[in-house]
């Protein structure tokens, strides 16, 4: 309960523009608020009756924001327990959580779906323990040679994230969901968005890590970094938190946890931001890169003062369950089009008739859009509209991920090349933005743990504590990828040189992430240089919710000069 009214003071503080200035009032003020929330959550997960419990973790369900996903109730038996492979990594501290301990349904599939906090419930063949799709694939010769033809499970070369069998591949090929279609539509334009050819010549595979970089090149580098910030981007980022009056209502329900909180409160200052900008006008056409779920763009409909008047065109590569969309099926005046397309490949010259029948003002938008995508989107919309009479009048975007930036497609290369950068020191850029947002090289998980666990220090010699691989780092806090330790760990080094070499040279957790936010600010820059010189729009980089809702919350904002705010 404690580590619940921890996050609720920070979301409260946040809300309030509160400072952390703990008087008496401030204290019985936000006590009371805190208690009144947790009471309301812990009312729907108390343990029922007959051994039954509800599953609901952090009070995400089916809100805006959350999973979507209804909890089940399920049955708890003594000495029910997960599989040791695939089940949940800590039984007895989840049991000690009041989650329900599980164990896959009789003729089930035995694989444990972590992001679904269930066993898969697909059926299994007799005797067999997982469905077709989480069979693990052979690695060995003799594994292969093992199984008969007929039972041997294969990446589909469509899309490697599912298997078939091998001897119906052929079947396989002519009704896969992944299949590329064979006309393609005529706002695909392969790799029309991808970026500057390569240069002739070999081609690089091996990209120089922050391990393999002498300490002499990563202090060169660091300086460089610094004497770039401070040139052209330090003092120059404003923070402006900003609300939308259409999100009010649902920001003040007591049901929701500081995860689905996070997010309302990044859409409301989007929208204020659309809003302050002139964005929010009838007749636009609103288009959302990486659009997801479309969280975003169901919000901007409610803060539209006549959304009829408008287009909505959500663009993503994956397809999604549990849309926003969907809940605006019935409302048969507004125009949205949701198109299932690798921005690299989107021509908005062929998105007929949105773009082509008539002059329209298009606003692009995107809530973090990871790394290249980033890139990618703007390249979509500064190159792609030159054939059409429509006329791009905003640009809105939400930066994250700058460790997952490629050199490719990134559109800030003129600029860094201009500061002494090379394809080389980019690579190290992009690793050392991860120092920011997980400066210390430890999982969320393991850092919750120092928390709850007073005892956990004295487990952080073990290798096995000190760092993770890169899968394991949190996606959505910009992860370790590409960072010092977790290049360690894919290279076999040792640990302990790695935090020798942070000693040496004086690299501290702290420093580490001041340099990594600098660094995610310059390729920020470069970005904004680009987009200065390729439009007619009044360019702005912004912090646009705090720190203490997300480590990811600088924002592009491109306006025209006469709708500036």
Request: proline fraction near 6%; aromatic fraction near 6%; include cysteine.
């Amino acid at each position: 309960k404690n580590n619940k009214i921890l996050d609720f003071l920070q979301i409260y503080v946040v809300q309030n523009n509160a400072k952390f200035s703990l008087n008496i009032e401030f204290c019985k003020k936000f006590i009371m608020e805190a208690s009144e929330r947790v009471s309301a959550l812990e009312d729907g997960k108390r343990l029922t009756d007959e051994g039954k419990a509800s599953v609901d973790l952090e009070g995400g369900g089916g809100g805006p924001g959350g999973d979507g996903h209804h909890h089940e109730k399920v049955e708890v038996k003594p000495g029910n327990s997960a599989t040791p492979a695939e089940g949940p990594k800590d039984e007895k501290k989840e049991a000690s959580k009041g989650t329900v301990i599980q164990r896959p349904e009789a003729g089930k599939c035995g694989f444990y779906v972590q992001r679904k906090k269930r066993f898969c419930r697909m059926v299994v063949k007799p005797g067999a323990q997982y469905c077709g799709e989480h069979t693990p694939l052979p690695v060995t010769e003799h594994e292969i040679g093992s199984k008969p033809i007929s039972e041997l499970r294969v990446p589909c070369p469509y899309d490697p994230k599912h298997t078939c069998f091998a001897s119906r591949m052929d079947k396989h090929l002519k009704i896969c969901n992944s299949k590329p279609p064979l006309i393609l539509p005529q706002y695909i334009v392969p790799g029309i968005n991808s970026g500057d050819p390569r240069p002739p010549g070999p081609i690089k595979f091996d990209k120089l890590s922050l391990a393999d970089a002498s300490d002499e090149k990563l202090i060169n580098i660091i300086g460089q970094l610094m004497s770039t910030y401070k040139k052209f981007v330090d003092g120059n980022i404003v923070m402006e938190h900003l609300e939308h009056s259409a999100m009010e209502e649902e920001l003040n329900k007591l049901e929701y946890g500081p995860s689905v909180l996070k997010h309302l409160f990044q859409n409301s200052s989007l929208l204020g931001q659309l809003d302050k900008s002139g964005l929010l006008e009838n007749g636009n056409t609103f288009i959302e890169f990486g659009s997801g779920r479309g969280q975003l763009t169901y919000w901007l409909t409610k803060a539209l003062p006549d959304p009829s008047t408008c287009q909505f065109i959500l663009v993503d590569k994956a397809s999604h369950r549990h849309k926003f969309d969907n809940r605006l099926r019935d409302c048969d005046d507004i125009e949205l089009v949701r198109l299932r397309a690798d921005i690299q490949d989107l021509c908005l010259a062929g998105l007929s008739p949105f773009l082509t029948v008539q002059k329209e003002s298009v606003v692009g938008m995107s809530k973090h859009l990871c790394g290249a995508a980033t890139d990618l989107a703007i390249r979509c919309m500064t190159q792609t509209l030159r054939n059409t009479s429509s006329d791009l009048v905003g640009i809105l975007i939400a930066l994250c991920c700058h460790h997952r930036c490629e050199w490719g497609p990134y559109v800030g290369k003129d600029f860094l090349r201009e500061q002494g950068f090379s394809e080389d020191d980019f690579s190290l850029l992009t690793s050392i933005t991860s120092w920011y947002t997980c400066g210390s090289g430890k999982s969320r998980s393991v850092q919750q743990q120092q928390q709850l666990d007073p005892h956990h220090h004295l487990l952080q010699h073990s290798p096995s504590h000190e760092h993770l691989p890169p899968g394991e780092e949190d996606a959505g806090g910009g992860g370790g990828v590409g960072g010092l330790a977790p290049d360690g760990a894919r290279a076999g080094h040792d640990f302990s040189a790695h935090k020798d070499r942070y000693a040496r040279l004086q690299l501290d957790q702290a420093t580490r992430e001041e340099i990594g936010r600098q660094c995610k600010r310059v390729l920020d820059y470069g970005r904004l240089r680009y987009l200065q010189r390729t439009t007619d729009l009044q360019v702005h980089l912004k912090y646009y919710v705090d720190p203490f809702i997300s480590l990811e919350n600088a924002l592009i904002v491109c306006t025209k000069p006469l709708t500036s705010g």
